[in-house]
């Protein structure tokens, strides 16, 4: 877990989504470590969620870039962005 973490911090902080990356932690009170590491739960899941439809709304990545970024598969990215939105949804039609 260790390296998967050290590994995607550094893909983030070459291409300067570090700092994105640390607010949405800060946001979530989840560590970074939680956040870029494979952690599955319900907090870090929706946390993490919110990153990668952060980065697919607002910069405009590719599902396959967002999930290279992050260490995750591209299905999984793209499951976790349309969960996020149908969240956003039932948030904002209540």
């Known amino acids: 877990m260790?390296?998967?973490y050290?590994?995607?911090?550094?893909?983030l902080a070459k291409r300067g989504l570090?700092?994105?990356?640390?607010?949405?932690?800060?946001r979530w009170f989840v560590s970074l470590r939680e956040l870029l590491g494979g952690a599955r739960?319900?907090?870090v899941a929706a946390?993490?969620?919110?990153?990668w439809?952060?980065?697919?709304?607002?910069?405009?990545?590719s599902y396959p870039a967002i999930?290279?970024?992050?260490?995750?598969?591209?299905?999984?990215?793209m499951a976790g962005?349309?969960?996020r939105q149908a969240e956003l949804a039932r948030e904002y039609a209540a």
Request: hydrophobic share 45%; aromatic share 0%; charged share 30%.
């Open 41 to 43: 739960h319900k907090a």
């Open 53 to 61: 439809n952060l980065m697919r709304d607002t910069l405009a990545l």
């Open 18 to 26: 570090l700092m994105l990356a640390e607010r949405v932690a800060a």
């Open 67 to 77: 999930g290279r970024l992050t260490g995750h598969d591209h299905t999984t990215v």
């Open 47 to 51: 946390a993490r969620r919110h990153l």
């Open 2 to 4: 260790n390296e998967r």
């Open 81 to 83: 962005i349309k969960l």
């Open 6 to 11: 050290l590994d995607t911090k550094a893909r």
